[in-house]
């Protein structure tokens, strides 16, 4: 798979700390921000790779046939230049981490984090819904994060198991991570600014 320096622009991603926690409670969810930044760096590059066809992927006459990049190589697959990078913390009550990265990865997360958070504030998610139907409305939720992405595999030709494939392993299993420090109060809203024009996209 051929990876391009993304042409979308860096994003500052601030993300609201309720609380820090224990040094492993912090470590791990640091670790687990760049997982997930690192797995959406990539399922947005085999997006875009799909629709140049430009990639190093396998085509068949009428249907597309992608590869996964195994997990244990989907860092070395962020550019140099596209790493996530720690900008700023502020330790207050509440507090904020403020992140540098490429724009589109840091979108899903913000629209993570926003979702998932107004959905905990809603007395009726927290208390009255049953784990099985918790859990699926958590599964939807998390492919629709990326939905315009999946609506672009769709209309060229990718099959649907590989669509979900692709979804579970770049998608729900790094968001799934991320639920529990949310849960846990470590993670709030979050809000995405365009670094170069320093626009503010959404809160």
Do not use: C
């Not at 998610?125 to 099985?132: G, V």
């Not at 315009?148 to 590989?162: F, M, T």
Request: no cysteine; glycine share 6%; charged share 30%.
């Amino acid at each position: 798979m051929r990876v391009e320096a993304m042409s979308e622009g860096e994003g500052l991603l601030r993300v609201e700390g309720p609380r820090l926690g224990h040094i492993r409670e912090v470590v791990d969810l640091l670790n687990d921000l760049e997982h997930a930044y690192n797995n959406f760096y990539v399922f947005d590059s085999l997006v875009n790779s799909i629709e140049k066809a430009e990639s190093a992927y396998i085509y068949s006459r009428h249907t597309p046939k992608i590869g996964l990049v195994a997990k244990s190589k989907v860092a070395s697959f962020v550019l140099p230049e596209d790493k996530l990078r720690l900008h700023r913390i502020e330790f207050n009550s509440p507090g904020f981490w403020e992140f540098v990265g490429a724009l589109n990865a840091l979108e899903v997360m913000r629209k993570w984090f926003a979702d998932h958070h107004e959905r905990r504030k809603d007395r009726g998610y927290r208390e009255s819904l049953e784990a099985e139907r918790l859990h699926l409305e958590n599964e939807k939720l998390k492919t629709e994060v990326v939905r315009d992405r999946v609506a672009l595999l769709r209309e060229n030709g990718v099959p649907e198991e590989k669509i979900r494939e692709a979804l579970t392993q770049y998608i729900i299993e790094p968001l799934t991570r991320l639920e529990r420090h949310q849960d846990a109060g470590m993670i709030g809203g979050a809000r995405l600014s365009n670094v170069t024009s320093g626009e503010q996209n959404v809160q």
